[in-house]
């Protein structure tokens, strides 16, 4: 199970940025797959989630902000971050939960400059 995520740079306050994460087929289509995030000195926070049947969930910063979605046809999961902020900088990591265990992407550095 690989979960590869990309589409992190640096950007400007009020700037968006487009994450993806490729997940194995073996775990997309029936998984929970989100986002978390990990700012330098704080604990990772949950940024999003997407269930199977696309029920979504967010962290109330991100709302109305930023909005997570799947192409279950390309098994990926998608998150468009608009009007980024410079408390959205840190690293930010898919991950997938199973019965058995969380699987995690590597992270992807999301810069928001002042």
């Known amino acids: 199970v690989q979960l590869q995520a990309s589409g992190g740079g640096l950007v400007q306050t009020g700037g968006s940025l487009r994450l993806s994460c490729a997940a194995s087929g073996s775990i997309f289509s029936r998984n929970v797959m989100g986002w978390y995030r990990q700012a330098p000195g704080k604990q990772r926070e949950l940024v999003a989630n997407?269930?199977?049947?696309?029920?979504?969930k967010y962290v109330d910063s991100g709302k109305g902000r930023f909005t997570i979605s799947r192409d279950n046809a390309r098994n990926t999961v998608y998150l468009q971050m608009n009007s980024l902020k410079p408390e959205d900088t840190a690293v930010y990591y898919c991950?997938?939960?199973?019965?058995?265990?969380?699987?995690w992407g590597q992270g992807t550095l999301v810069t928001v400059s002042s």
């Open positions: 991950y997938a939960p199973t019965a058995f265990k969380v699987y």
């Open positions: 997407i269930g199977d049947g696309g029920s979504t």
